[in-house]
């Protein structure tokens, strides 16, 4: 696929690595990034030969937030262009990625500036170099981390960290990210692509309707009372269940005769090869 001009999307045996693709303004984020990627997720979700998503950026950059003259100054006299892209901006990175019925693995290699948080924390997984570069840069030039930035990113952190970056805008590195949970894990720069096919991988053996049903109960029932998540989880269950009812009886029946232990792999499944 490359009929987009700002993003690169590469798909490789069932992984589709999207890279957000304008190295020379280190993968800031314009209106037209804003509207290919509605589309590129879009197109994602209904492609059959894109199991695991993968958020990647070209050259040095994953990504310097939004892009401060295409996205902002130059739209200071367009309100209604203004409108239109900053819904994208907020319709791709949030509402699509953190509903995305796909995993999605945010591979963040160097800097990730402010508004980049978003699809950040949007992302199921993130993974970072160790060297890669964070910072909630807003306050540096007159703003504060808006959109939904600060308030998923106190979530992600808690909320000492959190106020400390935001009224700092300190830079960190990507063990500091993973030590304060903003990634799940940090790697040497080296070894970041490798970890993350193969955590892509982990993911590609797995049943995709169980994924979709794990990524719902986790994301859905975070702010339900107990009583409600329990109705929640039952009715959830229920729609995998409808929607793939071989899956339980298999992994329970190839337990049971003792063709694989649950507690370390997945069952096998009999629609993989069709
Ligand atoms: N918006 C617009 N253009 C940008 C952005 C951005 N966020 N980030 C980088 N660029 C452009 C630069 O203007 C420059 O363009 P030019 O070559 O036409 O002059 C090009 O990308 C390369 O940038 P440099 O600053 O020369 O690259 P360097 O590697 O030295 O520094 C860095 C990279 C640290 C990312 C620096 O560009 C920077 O501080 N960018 C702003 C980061 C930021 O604060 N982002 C948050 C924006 S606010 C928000 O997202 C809500």
């Known amino acids: ?6 993003v690169a999307v590469e798909k490789e045996d069932g992984i589709a690595w999207v890279y957000l693709n304008r190295p020379e303004k280190r993968n800031a984020m314009n209106p037209k990034l804003h509207y290919e990627m509605l589309e590129v997720l879009d197109r994602l979700e209904f492609d059959d030969t894109a199991g695991v ?4 950026g070209k050259g040095d950059a994953w990504c310097a937030g939004q892009d401060l003259k295409e996205s902002f100054r130059d739209l200071w006299d367009e309100p209604a262009e203004l409108k239109r892209s900053s819904w ?11 509903t995305y019925p796909k995993p999605t693995i945010a591979m963040v290699h160097g800097y990730c500036f402010g508004g980049a948080f978003t699809q950040l924390i949007a992302c199921d997984v993130a993974l970072a170099a160790e060297e890669a570069t964070f910072g909630l840069s807003e306050v540096n030039w007159g703003t504060f981390p808006a959109g939904l930035v600060s308030r998923v990113l106190t979530e992600a952190l808690g909320y000492r960290d959190a106020m400390y970056y935001v009224l700092t805008g300190a830079t960190f590195d990507g063990r500091r990210a993973a030590e304060m949970r903003l990634v799940t894990f940090a790697y040497p720069q080296a070894q970041l692509r490798e970890r993350t096919e193969a955590l892509a991988r982990t993911l590609l053996e797995k049943n995709p309707h169980t994924l979709a049903a794990c990524k719902d109960a986790v994301k859905n029932s975070a702010r339900m009372d107990f009583a409600l998540a ?5 009715a959830r269950s229920l729609a995998l269940r409808a929607v793939d009812p071989d899956a339980r009886r298999q992994g329970i029946e190839q337990f049971l005769s003792g063709e694989y232990k649950p507690g370390f792999e997945p069952y096998s499944r009999s629609d993989q090869d069709q």
């Open 1 to 6: 696929m490359s009929e987009w001009e700002t």
């Open 53 to 56: 998503i993968v958020l990647a």
């Open 88 to 98: 994208a901006a907020q319709e791709w990175r949030w509402r699509r990625l953190y």
């Open 230 to 234: 329990e109705q929640y989880f039952a």
